[in-house]
């Protein structure tokens, strides 16, 4: 039996997910099977196109261009401006390609970049990011980002809220359950025993409760419970070290407080090829690190390499 496809989102029509999918497809057939759920209006013009009635047609169509689960979004696509009108089918792609995946037509998930307030402005949609909404549509309480490059894996523990909100969100609870979700996934990866860097919150991860106190309260503790249990877990570390090369080959996943802690590093290590994965759904999410770049959507400019790193990352992930 041929390997099942994998299911690609629509994303924000009016970003770079249109020219991307193009593009992915063209480097990777022959390599690995995908469909595109969305409207085919949006793909680049000349872009050869073969329109599925379901997934398992996918893998003879890959040969004759993108294949797509065709559907309807209404207006037509402006690129560089969101459509209030696409909203809710760009919501709608998300669910269907979850709903695929747990039927076992789809091997995994790959999400195209969706625009946060777009879609909070046009379908009222209620959460920060697909990481929350994939957690809610799977049934779980937490869900774990993880972005993961050649050089560097990096999780952060809060995700998409203000920075004057984390140190309240940044729970003993959070912190435990994102350690052992994304310990769990990485041994299950094929890590036999994962290496866990935590960062501290604060500057010089608190220089001993002269800079905050969090390491000290919550972190340190924490972690000192989870080295009992025979988990390879070091910290609280002072982030601004924690990313050059020595220090990186000292773990497997840097566990880091809040967004841009984490993000910061891996898009300069390896914005192009940087990966988003969620752990801890029970199935396989992955997706470019990059946003809908609104700024050169449309211009034939945008690198499709983020997304195909992500699509090889979901075939190495799904079972079998
Ligand atoms: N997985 C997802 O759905 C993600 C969605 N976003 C959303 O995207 C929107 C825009 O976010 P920004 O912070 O502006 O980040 P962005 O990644 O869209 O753009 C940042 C810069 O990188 C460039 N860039 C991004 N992707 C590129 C590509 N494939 N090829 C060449 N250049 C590329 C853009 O042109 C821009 O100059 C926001 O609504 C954000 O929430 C951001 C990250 C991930
Ligand atoms: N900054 C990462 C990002 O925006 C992706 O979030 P998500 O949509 O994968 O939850």
Known sequence: MPPRPIALTSGEPAGVGPEIAAKAWEALRGELDFFLIGDPRHLPQGTPIAEISSPGEAPAAMVRGLPVLARDF????????????????????????????????????????????????GAGFAFPGHTEFLADLAGVKRA?????????????????????????????????????????????????????????????AGEGGAMGREEIEMIAPLIARLRGEGLEVAGPLPADTMFHPEARARYDVAICQYHDQALIPI????????????????FVRTS?????????????????????????????????
Request: net charge neutral; charged share 15%.
């Open 74 to 121: 209404g207006p037509a696509r402006t690129p560089g401006d969101a459509v209030a009108a696409h909203a809710p089918h760009v919501v709608a792609a998300i669910r269907e390609a979850v709903a695929l995946v747990r039927a076992g037509a789809a091997s995994a998930v790959c999400t195209n970049p969706i625009h946060k307030k777009a879609l909070q402005d």
């Open 144 to 204: 774990v980002m993880m972005l993961a490059c050649d050089a560097l894996r990096v999780v952060p523990v809060t995700i998409h809220i203000p920075l004057s909100q984390v140190p309240q969100a940044l729970t003993p609870e959070l912190l435990e359950d994102t350690i052992r979700i994304t310990e769990a996934a990485l041994r299950a990866a094929g890590i036999a025993r994962p290496r866990l860097a935590v960062a501290g919150l604060n500057p010089h």
């Open 288 to 320: 470019p690190d990059h946003g809908t770049a609104f700024d050169i959507a449309g211009t034939g400019r945008a690198d499709p390499a983020s997304l195909i790193a992500a699509l090889r990352m979901a075939r190495d992930m799904a079972p079998a």
């Open 267 to 282: 898009k300069t290590l390896d914005f192009a090829h940087g990966v988003n994965v969620t752990l801890g759904l029970g």
